[in-house]
């Protein structure tokens, strides 16, 4: 069976992975015969003809429940109490003896069927496992990963290493762990505005007042961009300029950071020009007269 056998061999078979798992789970060994070869498996196989002969032939049955009442009648008195030609048993009387007790309990919960699926790690540390998001620690962007996912839990392995665990998601679900993502994107991906604010006020009362006026939103985190940008011009301009800039908007109810970005820009453009510093130049350390590479001596010597 090819969606058991991944790769036939007499001695080492490759299985699914998925049926490995079964098995264990079920807790049963798998013996899968060799490829033509028809003797592995006759006691399997030879009672085929024996239902086929003896119980369907020439049978007809009213629905599904008629068909399963005589069967287990059949079961019971003919296929159960005859005398085996192999082992000159009654099949029932050496089950009862024998084999019945050697059985597992019957499974109470129905198998949890995993998923099984290679995702590749997006730019923003997520990978996508059937419909849903998760995210993934370590600079893995652009790189592909193994997943498991049952009911419960989601496992992400990389290179034969577990990576990840995550509770698994409905479709359309996502769960970040701010842990798994850069510092300068948890704030961000993570929607915490509260953190976002704490930021801006460590550059300046205006600018953290201006970050707190422009998330005063319904939807804040609509805004959170332009508070980026805010930041953005710190660190293009320093936090003096801007936080110059942004008290005097505050004082004309402006709030717009582009127009942040212009004030500074004007601002930079009426300040004095200075003069350059003069280059200070030093005598190189190998510098030689010009007398010292002429052709001629003085006196006429060559």
Not at 51 to 62: C, L
Not at 151 to 166: A, D, E, N, S, T
Not at 273 to 280: A, F, K, S
Request: a positive charge; proline letters at 8%.
């Amino acid at each position: 069976m090819s969606s058991i056998v991944v790769e036939a061999d007499n001695l080492e078979p490759s299985f699914n992975q998925a049926f490995v798992e079964y098995a264990q789970d079920r807790g049963f060994l798998i013996d899968p015969a060799r490829v033509r070869k028809p003797t592995d498996k006759p006691r399997v196989e030879r009672v085929v003809p024996f239902v086929r002969n003896s119980f369907f032939s020439g049978e007809q049955f009213i629905d599904i429940v008629d068909g399963q009442r005589r069967v287990e009648t059949w079961c019971r008195i003919r296929a159960g109490m005859r005398t085996h030609g192999t082992t000159q048993c009654r099949p029932a009387e050496l089950f009862s003896l024998e084999e019945k007790a050697r059985l597992l309990p019957a499974p109470v919960l129905p198998y949890d069927i995993p998923i099984y699926a290679t995702a590749k790690v997006h730019r923003d540390h997520h990978i996508e496992v059937a419909k849903a998001l998760y995210s993934i620690p370590g600079n893995l962007i652009g790189q592909k990963v193994e997943v498991r996912a049952d009911r419960q839990l989601v496992r992400v392995f990389h290179r034969g290493q577990l990576i990840k665990v995550h509770p698994r998601q409905k479709p359309g679900g996502r769960v970040t762990d701010p842990a798994d993502l850069p510092a300068e994107k948890t704030t961000y991906a993570l929607r915490d505005i509260e953190h976002l604010k704490h930021l801006a006020r460590g550059h300046g009362d205006s600018i953290g007042a201006y970050a707190e006026a422009l998330l005063d939103n319904p939807l804040p985190w609509t805004k959170m961009r332009q508070v980026y940008a805010l930041l953005g011009l710190v660190k293009k301009w320093g936090p003096g300029r801007v936080e110059s800039a942004c008290a005097r908007a505050l004082e004309a109810e402006a709030l717009s950071v582009p127009l942040i970005g212009r004030m500074i820009e004007r601002a930079m453009e009426n300040d004095p020009v200075q003069e350059p510093l003069p280059i200070m130049t030093r005598p190189a350390r190998f510098a030689r007269e010009a007398t010292h590479f002429a052709t001629t001596r003085p006196g006429g010597a060559a």
